[in-house]
């Protein structure tokens, strides 16, 4: 197995993990990013804001906002903003759940034809309150964009919707172009970073979207800096590989606030560069390994990967 660089540039800060409320190290110079400020930007914000609705990139604190917003990318969040879990890597508020809003499809379908976008991430809280987890709600926002910007792709990234028997077939009937559910770290790791979920689970979560609709794209994600080992990281992509996932993502944990969990490690750019040729190596048709990657991060021109490298491995079987 390739073995990864990560000491560079990259120190360990293991007594940092008994006290949540002591801040995490200064950020290297490869995660500083600058200030949004572009017009894009404000014309961005200034239409979610026209139309209640509510993006993950402000709610999560996204260190890619300036950049996304600039070229009028955003990721929206429906089903409220507050979430019924409290994983320990989130900054999205914890608590009582939002009413649904009944417009809230219609207004996103609005944003996305008004914006012009060419693919379009759709992702939420966790609702465990709900019988569905929400999935009716993702349904009707998937029509809703379809029938307002036909030309749209669309990708969603679900909650686990665990024990929530027939939501994920709800979600994936509706026809997505990406089905995105995001594994955030190593199995290890869940009890302490995401003690709501269940890793196992949230793997078949991926495994089963391919057996309602095979030609559908598959993707999931992780953070490191959390506490987890190289040689986990090449098994969660293993078990990615074995449902058949198509697209993994890769990037650097930042502690939102000093409450949430701290970071373990800032990983350099070069053991990013070998996490992708290793999943590469595993059979991902498409891998992003960067400091800054998250989930959404050039998710329209990772689609136009996607289908060219997925016609690439048709024409080579």
Request: a neutral charge; aromatic letters at 6%.
């Amino acid at each position: 197995m390739p073995q990864l660089n990560t000491s560079k540039g990259a120190a360990r800060h293991p007594e940092k993990r008994k006290n949540p409320d002591r801040p995490q190290p200064p950020r290297p110079e490869w995660l500083r990013v600058k200030a949004p400020v572009s017009a894009a930007y404000i014309e961005t914000r200034s239409l979610m804001r026209d139309l209640n609705l509510v993006t993950v990139c402000e709610e999560a604190a996204c260190p890619n906002i300036g950049e996304c917003w600039a070229q009028k990318h955003a990721t929206i969040m429906i089903l409220g903003s507050v979430c019924t879990r409290a994983c320990a890597f989130c900054n999205v508020a914890t608590g009582r759940p939002d009413f649904l809003d009944p417009h809230e499809p219609e207004n996103v379908g609005k944003a996305v034809a008004k914006l012009g976008l060419r693919h379009v991430v759709i992702t939420s809280v966790d609702r465990d309150d709900l019988d569905d987890g929400g999935a009716e709600h993702f349904a009707k926002t998937i029509l809703a964009i379809q029938q307002l910007s036909s030309s749209t792709t669309i990708e969603v990234l679900t909650p686990d919707f665990l024990r929530k028997d027939g939501a994920l077939e709800i979600v994936v009937k509706a026809r997505p172009d990406v089905f995105n559910h995001n594994m955030e770290t190593v199995p290890r790791l869940y009890p302490r970073i995401r003690p709501g979920a269940r890793y196992f689970h949230s793997l078949s979560i991926l495994q089963k979207v391919k057996g309602i609709d095979p030609t559908m794209f598959t993707k999931s994600g992780i953070m490191v800096g959390l506490g987890e080992t190289d040689d986990e990281v090449c098994q969660l992509m293993d078990d990615l590989r074995s449902a058949d996932v198509d697209f993994m993502t890769i990037g650097q944990y930042l502690q939102p606030t000093p409450k949430h969990a701290v970071v373990d490690r800032f990983v350099d750019p070069d053991s990013f560069a070998q996490y992708a040729k290793i999943g590469f190596g595993k059979g991902f048709l498409l891998m992003s390994a960067t400091p800054l990657t998250r989930s959404s991060y050039h998710a329209d021109a990772d689609f136009a990967a996607l289908q060219t490298a997925r016609n690439v491995a048709l024409r080579e079987a």
